[in-house]
């Protein structure tokens, strides 16, 4: 994918979702520390960082007021976010992106291991993997970060985090995905990344695959 092209959708998913770089940053850096422990080879790594950084393209056609909206949606309003999934894959589609770990991560990350998510109601191992092991990276981060429109979280949150997870093995999540992203996080090995960005600091724009490798490499080596 056109490095420059990826940084502007990310740009613009932020800024539709009130989401933020530091965000994108952390859902890349976890989902390349879980590709690392699983054997992912090196050159699927790229495609696999823009899929990450790229997981909620369809937000794109969701309308602002129900993504930005505080409190419950409504049934009807819900049912409009399920459908980004399905409308981020038809973006790819459209950019011609064909790489499957793209396409599957884009359409199934809100995906349930009992098959209770959406947009398709897929089960088990007809969730593709990529996708299956996302959801895990992106529940974490949605309950340990600061985002615009939350409190701070306290500090035990990725404690509580992890726990809550675990109790959703077999049920919300893949059992396989919750044991590896748990056991990186007991190993200390997700620790910079959860405090990655998540202090207020600026953040720099996430640019392009390569510089995401980079900054996971030069960080990894030192935990
Ligand atoms: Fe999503």
């Not at 790229?46 to 909620?56: F, G, I, K, P, Y």
């Not at 593709?128 to 990276?137: E, G, K, L, S, T």
């Not at 893949?174 to 056991?183: H, L, S, T, Y």
């Amino acid at each position: 994918m056109d490095p420059v092209r990826v940084q502007q959708l990310v740009k613009a998913i932020e800024g539709k979702d009130l989401s933020t770089a530091a965000h994108t940053w952390r859902v890349v850096l976890y989902t390349l520390a879980m590709a690392e422990e699983a054997g992912v080879a090196a050159e699927r790594m790229q495609e696999l960082t823009h899929a990450a950084a790229l997981h909620d393209v369809g937000k794109l056609d969701t309308p602002r007021e129900i993504l930005t909206k505080p409190g419950r949606l409504t049934g009807e309003e819900f049912e409009v976010i399920q459908q980004h999934p399905v409308s981020g894959f038809a973006r790819m589609v459209a950019m011609d992106v064909e790489d499957p770990l793209v396409l599957d991560l884009v359409r199934f990350h809100h995906e349930r291991w009992d098959g209770k998510g959406y947009p398709y109601g897929y089960a088990g191992e007809e969730i593709p993997a990529a996708a299956r092991y996302f959801a895990v990276v992106d529940t974490f981060d949605a309950m340990t970060s600061h985002r615009p429109y939350r409190h701070e979280v306290g500090e035990d949150a990725a404690e509580r985090a992890i726990e809550e997870i675990k109790r959703g093995a077999g049920t919300h999540h893949a059992p396989e995905a919750v044991e590896m992203f748990a056991e990186l996080y007991r190993k200390g090995r997700l620790t910079w990344i959860l405090h990655y960005f998540n202090d207020g600091d600026d953040v720099p724009e996430f640019s392009h695959a390569e510089e995401a490798d980079r900054v996971f490499r030069r960080r990894r080596r030192r935990v």
